[in-house]
C-alpha cells in the first residue's frame, strides 16, 4: 500500500512517514500544498494524509482539486483545528476522515486501516492465488499450508502482484506502486526481485504450478 504524506511540519511528516515504513507502508512525502497536488494527481497512492494548513495552497483547496480532477483516493485530514465548522468544511471538501493534532500514532494507524477497508475501496486482508494465501494483516505467506519467509519489500511486491492477479503489471507500474517516489530504482531492480520471489514461492514447489509469469515485452503476472 502506497501513502502520501502532505504536512509542512518535517517532523511531524518524518515521524509518520518512519512509522508507516515500519508497518510496511510505501511512503512519499510532500511538505507544501502545490507539491502534494502535483504528487496526488497522479494518482498513484492508495492513501493521502493531507495537512490543512499548508504554504502555497491550502490542504481544503488541495482536497477539493483532487476531487474534481475525479481522483477517490481516501483522504485523512491532519489538523490542529478542532472547531465543528473546521470538520465540516474538510468533510464536504471531499476528505473521508479527520485527525487533531495532537495525536497518537495508534490512532492513525488505526484510521489508516479503517480507511483502506472501506467498500469503495475495498482492500482484503487475506490474498489468495490457487494455493499461495497472503495475509497483510500478520505479513504472512503461505503457499501449500508451508510458510515463506520475504523481505518488507518482496512482502510489499508480492501484495502488489497478488491485488492484481491476472493482470498484466509493467516494471513501471511496480516501482510506482512498490517503492517511494524518491527511491533510486532502475528496471532491472524489479527483476532482481521478482527473481527473489520465484526462488521462494515457485522454485521450492517442483510439483506445483509456477505462479510469477514473465510476459515478455510487457511485464509481469501472478496467476492466470
Known amino acids: 500500500m502506497r501513502i502520501l504524506i502532505v504536512e509542512d511540519e518535517h517532523r511531524i511528516a518524518n515521524t509518520i512517514k518512519k512509522g508507516l515504513e515500519q508497518e510496511r507502508y510505501a511512503i512519499d512525502v510532500a511538505y507544501d500544498g502545490t507539491s502534494g497536488l502535483d504528487l496526488a494527481s497522479e494518482g498513484l497512492y492508495d492513501l493521502i494524509i493531507l495537512d490543512l494548513m499548508l504554504p502555497q495552497i491550502d490542504g481544503l483547496t488541495v482536497c477539493r482539486e483532487l476531487r474534481k480532477k475525479q481522483i477517490h483516493t481516501p483522504i485523512l485530514i491532519l489538523t490542529a483545528k ?9 468533510l464536504d471538501a471531499g476528505a473521508d476522515d479527520y485527525l487533531i493534532k495532537p495525536f497518537s500514532f495508534e490512532e492513525l494507524l488505526a484510521r489508516v486501516r479503517a480507511l483502506s477497508r472501506r467498500p469503495k475501496n475495498l482492500l482484503s486482508e487475506i490474498l489468495i492465488v490457487e494455493d499461495l494465501e497472503l495475509n497483510t494483516k500478520q505479513f504472512e505467506v503461505f503457499r501449500n499450508r508451508s510458510s515463506i519467509r520475504l523481505s518488507s519489500k518482496e512482502f510489499s511486491l508480492l501484495e502488489y502482484l497478488m491485488r492484481h492477479a491476472g ?3 509493467t516494471k513501471d507500474q511496480i516501482i510506482n506502486h512498490v517503492w517511494n517516489y524518491d527511491a ?12 527473489n520471489l520465484r526462488k521462494k514461492i515457485d522454485h521450492p ?10 510476459i ?3 511485464g509481469y503476472k501472478i496467476g492466470d
Not at 82 to 90: A, C, L, S, Y
Not at 184 to 195: A, F, G, Q, S, W
Not at 207 to 213: A, E, G, M, P, V
Request: aromatic residues 8%; hydrophobic residues 35%; positive net charge.
Open 82 to 90: 478542532g472547531q465543528i465548522q473546521d470538520k465540516v468544511e474538510g
Open 216 to 218: 515478455r515485452g510487457f
Open 205 to 214: 514447489f517442483k510439483n506445483k504450478r509456477q505462479l510469477i509469469k514473465t
Open 167 to 169: 493482470k498484466i503489471l
Open 184 to 195: 533510486d530504482v532502475l528496471p532491472n531492480t524489479v527483476e532482481v526481485y521478482i527473481r
